[in-house]
């Protein structure tokens, strides 16, 4: 899609540190990592909310979990969080999809 930034990260018309890339899913370093390891995943397909990955896209949904766990296998993480904001109060500031995978430090809870 124009003028998303991480389509245009997908296409390589902007750099970004890839950690995971799949015909379906890129997976990348956080540009403003919230804890040691910061990963973005994302669908290589547009969407602009998780509020679109309905019924209709549950293979799509459940690819990114998968490899949110292949990914923390692989950096060793036992604990580990998984956040998907959906629109402005949420927290969401890029409106392409994306899983955030937070680990290496404790965890507060409930988020702020
Ligand atoms: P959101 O706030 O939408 O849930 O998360 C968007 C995330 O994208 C933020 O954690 C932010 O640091 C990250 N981000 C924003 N711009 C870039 C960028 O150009 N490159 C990378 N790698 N991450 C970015
Ligand atoms: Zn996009």
Not at 10 to 37: G, H, M, R, W
Not at 96 to 106: F, Y
Request: aromatic share 8%; charged share 20%; proline share 6%.
């Amino acid at each position: 899609m124009d003028n998303c930034l991480f389509c245009k990260i997908i296409n390589k018309q902007i750099p970004a540190a890839i950690e995971y890339e799949t015909d379906d899913l890129l997976a990348f370093n956080d540009i403003s990592p919230q804890a040691p390891v910061h990963i973005l995943i994302i669908p290589k397909q547009h969407f602009n909310t998780p509020a679109e990955l309905n019924n209709s896209y549950v293979e799509i949904a459940g690819k990114i979990t998968a490899a949110a766990a292949e990914i923390a296998a692989k950096k060793q993480l036992n604990s580990y969080r998984l956040v998907m904001n959906c629109n402005e109060d949420a927290g969401q500031s890029v409106f392409h999809v994306h899983m955030h995978l937070l680990g290496g430090r404790k965890m507060n809870w409930p988020p702020g």
